[in-house]
């Protein structure tokens, strides 16, 4: 469902644009339930049978995707221990760690791809990974993956980009830390491939992120800015960011995913646990239905609202020549009768008629 008309998101630019995109059998855009991705991350904790157990959660919970991360530590950084290399003595989770050692720990080797995908499919949900080299790329094209991931600090690796988009799959872009240019860049990157099935997801690169953070009301102005899907990548503990970002038009919901939070893996501290993650995929529907549309007035649902509105009635048997006062006519329940602002205009007037009590007023009776 391509829209092939252009949209400029800075002056000078112009690029495809589309409303939605097609993951496996999954169409994503504002026209479908937010499509929700656990993220197992390093979570698996070094144990292939953890991994398994944590792609069976994610299925029971109602997790559309399982999603990891495919590099090595060699092909994502280099084995040198200076200050460039090291993370802040600050950070929350891994201050003063050296990059190397933690990839070392956290990352998903090669060769447990094929059984996760593999149970995966036989779960009925989809597999995938953000590959963070060619090498990666090419592994997992030959494992027939539905979509392709660029992470956050990937996307200013615009060969990567061009790399991952020339496989004519859909290419789901983190924008965190990027700027408008940088973001332009990657479209530009992706769709020069001629892939037009691209998407962004609005993203905060910290663990865990700072709701304040989050900046949602950027979701809107980046999806018309850009032309293209827009979701979130949600770093926050638990699901309120989350649900809040269907209301901004995010289409899809990547957050990370563990067994517990207690259990350890190097991202175990701001990840879902099993009953959180179902809650996400029930609350972005409820969510994404409750939007409705850009109208006010009675919903179809409110009809039979609308019959017990208050309206004016006789609420005692009164004879004809009888006065209208406050103790035979009043606003009451049900609708049917004189609107209540019109006792004014039949207060004193006599009526023509008998009528019983439960009689609706009208102008034919006075």
């Not at 660029?150 to 799959?169: C, N």
């Not at 209301?247 to 990370?256: D, I, M, N, W």
Request: aromatic letters at 6%; proline letters at 6%.
């Amino acid at each position: 469902m391509t829209d092939t008309s252009t949209r400029p998101a800075d002056p000078g630019a112009s690029r495809p644009t589309t409303d939605s995109l097609t993951i496996g059998s999954h169409e994503v855009g504002p026209d479908s339930p937010p499509f929700i991705i656990a993220e197992m991350s390093g979570n698996h904790d070094g144990s292939l049978d953890k991994a398994l157990e944590i792609v069976r959660m994610a299925a029971d919970a109602g997790a559309h995707a399982i999603k990891l991360q495919t590099y090595t530590a060699d092909t994502i950084t280099i084995d040198v221990d200076t200050p460039d290399f090291r993370l802040s003595s600050g950070h929350e989770l891994w201050g003063s760690r050296r990059l190397y050692e933690l990839y070392e720990e956290a990352h998903t080797p090669w060769e447990w791809h094929e059984p996760v995908f593999e149970l995966a499919r036989d779960l009925g949900i989809l597999a995938f990974s953000s590959p963070f080299d060619p090498t990666a790329v090419e592994f997992l094209d030959g494992l027939d993956v539905p979509v392709f991931k660029v992470a956050s600090s990937e996307i200013v690796d615009l060969p990567l980009i061009r790399h991952v988009a020339s496989k004519g799959k859909p290419v789901i872009i983190s924008t965190g830390m990027a700027s408008v240019g940088e973001i332009a860049a990657a479209l530009d990157a992706a769709h020069g491939t001629g892939n037009d099935q691209v998407m962004l997801l609005s993203c905060t690169v910290s663990y865990p992120a700072d709701p304040a953070a989050s900046n949602l009301r950027g979701i809107p102005v980046m999806r018309e800015a850009f032309g293209v899907p827009v979701g979130l990548s949600d770093h926050t503990m638990g699901i309120g960011a989350a649900v809040a970002s269907v209301a901004f038009g995010s289409c899809l919901v990547e957050k990370h995913v563990t067994m517990s939070r207690e259990g350890g893996g190097v991202d175990s501290a701001f990840s879902l646990e099993p009953h959180e993650l179902a809650a996400l995929r029930r609350e972005t529907e409820v969510a994404w239905k409750a939007l409705g549309q850009p109208r006010i007035g009675a919903r179809a649902a409110e009809r039979e609202g609308l019959r017990f509105r208050r309206s004016l009635f006789v609420v005692e048997d009164v004879r004809a020549g009888d006065l209208v006062t406050s103790a035979n006519v009043r606003s009451i329940r049900p609708a049917g009768g004189l609107a209540p602002d019109d006792f004014g205009q039949v207060e004193g007037r006599a009526f023509r008629q008998d009528a019983a009590k439960g009689t609706p007023m009208s102008w034919d009776l006075v």
